[in-house]
């Protein structure tokens, strides 16, 4: 189905913030309903999913109030997301929130509550709530029975409970209840959790702390200062809440099939942690100043390489608590959102030939080291292991990095990353001392060098192309410079910035590559890759275009800040929501265009 057969969503992918808790997220549309949760982790099944079905499970509450003008905000520095309507007969706030895992206020420790509190600044208005969860990916309507301060959703293996100062009545599997509240009544609601159906016991009127902010102890304040500002931080506030309080990993995005392109099949499932992309947020993490949550992510790769061998290596990707990526499942009774079908969780690309995943998780290692704690000497044998891996493999065709589902190819990022492999645990043996057969690893890693040099190459106008003996073009080229493979000033590399610039770039959109993938249908522009494209501009001296298209890049967040996967040819969000890939690019290019305008700046070496 293309975007003219698809089905007009109930609320829109940007139309939404994000709160969580370090163990899942909910996203809350700008209408006051959660439509989107998984519990009670992130990759859980969902109990709201209106996001992804019109039946799927939502909690709304709405106020009656003529013609709003309605807006959400983050409280500055946190999570906790207020949302606000505003008309002529008067005007109410909703704050919503989930508390950290320290900052639990009800009794039972091991619970969680998404809290809700509703607020009247103007006027008396009447609200209208909702609260209709549907287990196990909408296939599973729970049982709603009234209990004390609220109702209780019962299923055979999940129990929620919600906790509320104002009636409820139940209506089959829903809650549902209306409140007349003047200026100064603050009713709150608490959704809690149990594993079990035994008794859980709430106090409902103590008042709640916000998730703690992120990294206050050592923040590197220059990053929020110029070159993307509060949206920098922002942007590592939206990071922190795809971590894992518990596991330590990172997930890639909160949501699972949200689609490339709207009734269309290419809709995958995010809420895992890729090898990549979780090391690039450690990136980010290290150059904002947030080293106690890269040092979290470090251990929980560390165990990861520990557990590698050289007959099963380190894998693309984990399921957060470390174990085996979940193979990939349609949900047939789901709409799909737009009518975008088939909905999938799990995700098959976890069984592909990902070489690129070594060299990113290689200089995540090497920056913890340069700026953490010290590999250990058994860590490091494991990273000896790694490396010979890739030496054995490095000539090897490979899915790439947008995990394409043809045949294997020979792929430049993935020859590029498997250099970045090499190079930086020969760095990192002599910062360290370490022992390593440097020769031998040098000699490899001059080798993917020469034949990248000698083989990726377009055979007319000399720049460099996606695979070897192609000529198609390839966003992912873009990290050449950035990882130091190439420098950002060398005259080859200038044309393959220009030929990008020419082939895949639609005004301040740029899409991944033009060529076929093994899948059908089309996509929209991949947000990462604008800001890629930003600094490499910086990185080439072109600060003027740099900054203009860092300002476009910018402008296609949502009014919260929060950057979709990809975005369609008005701009609109598409893909799963938010994603870290995106919102870590952005980082890294604000950052260092941000470090290029300061008088000050004087590199020892130029990029």
């Not at 016991?201 to 902010?213: A, C, N």
């Not at 190459?457 to 390839?474: C, K, W």
Request: charged content about 25%; overall charge negative.
């Amino acid at each position: 189905m293309d975007d003219a057969q698809a089905v007009p969503p109930l609320r829109s992918i940007g139309d939404h913030g994000i709160i969580g808790d370090l163990e899942t997220a909910a996203l809350v549309a700008r209408d006051g309903t959660i439509d989107y949760l998984c519990w009670p982790s992130l990759d859980s099944p969902t109990v709201f999913a209106d996001l992804i079905d019109g039946d799927g499970g939502a909690f709304s509450i709405r106020p009656d109030l003529d013609d709003p003008q309605v807006m959400q905000l983050y409280v500055p520095d946190t999570n906790v997301l207020v949302t606000r309507w505003m008309s002529e007969g008067g005007s109410a706030e909703l704050v919503d929130l989930m508390p950290h895992p320290e900052a639990r206020v009800h009794s039972d420790r091991g619970a969680q509550c998404v809290i809700r509190r509703i607020t009247v600044t103007r006027g008396t208005i009447v609200f209208a709530v909702r609260c209709a969860p549907r287990f196990d990916y909408a296939r599973e309507v729970p049982t709603a029975a009234a209990t004390a301060g609220g109702v209780r959703f019962n299923t055979p293996d999940l129990a929620l409970r919600l906790f509320a100062s104002m009636p409820l009545a139940c209506n089959g599997g829903d809650a549902i209840g209306e409140v007349r509240l003047t200026r100064g009544k603050a009713p709150g609601s608490c959704l809690a959790a149990t594993r079990s159906r035994g008794p859980t016991t709430h106090r409902s009127r103590r008042k709640s702390r916000p998730p703690p902010r992120l990294g206050a102890a050592g923040r590197d304040d220059r990053a929020t200062r110029g070159g993307g500002g509060e949206q920098v931080l922002r942007s590592a506030l939206a990071l922190k809440l795809l971590t894992s309080a518990r596991h330590g990993s990172i997930a890639a995005a909160a949501t699972f099939s949200l689609p490339e392109a709207t009734g269309a099949g290419r809709n995958w499932d995010y809420r895992a942690t890729w090898i990549r992309d979780a090391s690039f947020t450690v990136y980010a993490f290290m150059r904002l100043g947030y080293i106690e949550e890269a040092e979290h992510f470090r251990q929980w790769a560390g165990q990861r390489v520990m557990a590698s061998t050289p007959d099963d290596p380190i894998r693309i990707m984990y399921a957060l608590d470390g174990s085996e990526a979940a193979d990939e499942q349609e949900l047939a009774h789901l709409a799909g959102y737009a009518g975008s079908r088939p909905v999938r969780i799990g995700n098959a690309a976890h069984a592909q030939s990902q070489l690129d995943v070594f060299g990113e998780l290689l200089d995540s290692i090497y920056l913890s080291n340069k700026y953490g704690a010290a590999i250990s000497h058994d860590g490091w044998q494991h990273i000896c292991g790694i490396v010979d891996y890739v030496i054995a493999h490095w000539q090897e065709p490979d899915a790439g990095i947008w995990e394409m589902r043809g045949e294997p190819r020979h792929f430049l990022h993935s020859r590029v990353m498997c250099w970045v492999a090499l190079d930086r645990a020969i760095r990192l043996a002599k910062k360290r001392s370490l022992p390593a057969p440097l020769v031998e690893w040098s000699e490899s890693r001059d080798a993917i060098v020469a034949d990248v040099w000698a083989n990726f190459r377009h055979p007319e106008h000399g720049h460099f192309v996606q695979s070897r003996g192609g000529t198609e073009l390839d966003a992912a080229l873009l990290m050449m410079p950035l990882v130091r493979f190439v420098s950002s000033t060398d005259p080859v590399w200038l044309t393959t910035l220009d030929a990008i610039g020419e082939r895949l770039r639609d005004d301040g959109l740029i899409y991944r590559y033009r060529n076929g993938d093994g899948l059908e249908g089309g996509e929209g522009a991949f947000t990462t890759c604008t800001f890629w494209y930003a600094e490499c501009l910086a990185r080439a001296g072109r600060i003027d275009e740099a900054q203009m298209t860092l300002a476009k890049g910018m402008a296609y967040a949502n009014p919260l800040d929060l950057f979709s996967e990809e975005l369609d040819r008005r701009g609109q969000p598409l893909g799963n929501f938010p994603q870290a890939l995106t919102h870590l690019a952005f980082i890294s290019a604000a950052y260092f265009i941000d470090r290029r305008l300061d008088p000050a700046y004087r590199p020892n070496w130029q990029p």
